[in-house]
DNA sequence: CGTGCCCGAAGTGCATGCAATCGAGGAGAG
DNA sequence: CTCTCCTCGATTGCATGCACTTCGGGCACG
């Protein structure tokens, strides 16, 4: 448990903080995060602001540029193939592990969440798209697995990043449904089932996403000719 | 890529030296690490080298104590169970997305890391270690998956920590020929025998090493008296 | 009107300083 | 002789300062 809800934890803080206005996004790929204002708004110096952004820069969130600001990582479309790929199986895991194996007070925070965000369909898109990932971070916690919680929690918000990149607008319609089935499932115990509604699901968010390097539809020049250059090895 | 091997990133140095000491075992399970020793070792002041230590904490290498001198980690067996059992299924998933797929240079690298493993088995212990665990890196490099490189080599340096702790002294004699017949599997492409051979050969490393909560084998009394404290919830 | 250069402002890279905290070891009481 | 408390050195937590790099706008020139 790398950040306990410490309140000694400056850079916890922050980067909480940072994550969620990423999750919601407020902060929007290719936002820029300079150490001044960061230490500002939180009352740090530049020292612990510049901690923080190491940090999410590790877990991928924010891009670190030699002697540049900082900024939010605008992933390539590739990224985003790459990353809801080993989301696929990663979740699919989890449901295995945990199909026939939650306690009846497990399933009820699962249904509550679920009702919570079915409470905030009508209200801000961000709340939404916030409940939904979080659904699946209570998921992964449920494996008892602290590597698994890191790397899906990391996933998982990389794709929100993604999908306010190449999305369009509306989209947010995330599948309420489809988390309550899940719920069911795992609760039966049928693994095989809860995995292919996991796979069913994951993939309609995947493709209601990700419909093609949808030609031009990037932010603006530097991100079209993206895929133009070369620097790989 | 957060870290190439770019001259000027001092903080990568420090991480990847620290990484490659912890892999050979020069840093056992809860060695210290003072920033300052650190700093002056690497001729950086202490702001570099606490960065440096934030980055291995959040790749789970390092336990950073408030207010303390920050130490490797040691691994609960809990934690050793769970970082193998992740392991076993991310290896499985590489070998499948890759099986068949390597092109004859690819096959080429990696018999000849194989070949390099042969060589080092009968030098210093912690360098076959080494290898070892680069083999399995190398592998996850080739599905051209960032995040997957990234997961394995973590949970691989892991392993390596863990097995440091809990198993026996000699234990290197890691499976060579299990390599050789992963790499052939591979180039036949025969993805479902490449999966049983990976599983079979990371199961083979996780008994020798796991054998068991292996009742005194802790370090000193707060590690054997670990098993019997409560915390978990 | 477009192009290239230059300089000031903004921002990062890193070291250092000072206060706060921890813990090891010694002094003192029982 | 042992246990407890207290003090001092070792070490971290964090802010600040300074050098260097980058960015952006204005100005001269074509």
């Known amino acids: 448990m790398p950040e306990a809800p410490n309140s000694k934890d400056k850079v916890g803080v922050i980067c909480r903080a940072l994550r969620r206005a990423i999750i919601e996004q407020a902060l929007e790929p290719g936002a820029k995060l300079p150490e001044d204002s960061l230490g500002e708004r939180f009352g740090v110096s530049r020292t612990i602001a510049r901690y923080a952004l190491g940090q999410l820069a590790s877990e991928g969130l924010v891009e670190l540029r030699r002697n540049r600001i900082a900024v939010v990582v605008t992933p390539s479309w590739q990224d985003a193939r790459d990353i809801f790929d080993i989301r696929m199986d990663l979740e699919r895991l989890i449901v295995r592990k945990i199909a026939g194996k939650l306690s009846s007070s497990q399933i009820a925070r699962l249904k509550a969440h679920v009702e919570a965000e079915r409470e905030a369909h009508d209200g801000p898109n961000a709340v939404s798209i916030r409940l939904a990932t979080e659904f699946h971070i209570m998921l992964a916690s449920m494996t008892n697995s602290p590597v698994l919680v890191r790397?899906?929690?990391?996933?998982?918000?990389?794709?929100?990043?993604?999908?306010?990149?190449?999305?369009?607008?509306?989209?947010?319609?995330?599948?309420?449904?489809?988390?309550?089935?899940?719920?069911?499932?795992?609760?039966?115990?049928?693994a095989n089932k809860a995995m292919s509604l996991m796979h069913s699901h994951l993939d309609s968010v995947a493709n209601r996403a990700l419909v093609e390097p949808t030609p031009a539809r990037g932010r603006d020049l530097l991100d079209v000719l993206a895929p133009y250059t070369e620097e790989a090895t």
């Open 151 to 190: 790397y899906v929690s990391e996933i998982a918000y990389r794709c929100c990043l993604t999908l306010s990149l190449f999305s369009r607008p509306h989209s947010s319609e995330c599948g309420i449904s489809e988390h309550i089935a899940i719920i069911e499932a795992l609760q039966e115990g049928d």
